[in-house]
């Protein structure tokens, strides 16, 4: 099991609005803001199978129309951004 990890630097002010967002567009994500640490944090995660999975989770989005169009000005939300990716040992 994979676990993709998207960290934001939202903007001030747009962070719950970045939230609100990828919780809509990808709802088999758990979705956290930030309590301490650097403000505005938004945090996505995804576990996958595999890279793969991954991989066709990635072309389904560039190729969906629909989300393409919710998604439309998102990185004006954001400041800063990075993935991680996880190898999930136990659970």
Request: proline content about 2%; overall charge positive; aromatic content about 8%.
């Amino acid at each position: 099991m994979i676990l993709v990890r998207e960290v934001f630097i939202a903007k001030p002010g747009q962070a719950s609005s970045l939230a609100r967002l990828m919780s809509e567009v990808m709802p088999r994500s758990r979705v956290m803001t930030d309590m301490t640490g650097v403000f505005n944090k938004v945090v996505m995660e995804t576990e996958v199978d595999d890279l793969n999975a991954f991989e066709a989770r990635m072309k389904d989005y560039l190729s969906n129309q629909e989300m393409k169009k919710k998604m439309a000005g998102y990185t004006d939300m954001y400041t800063a951004g990075k993935r991680e990716i996880y190898r999930i040992v136990n659970s």
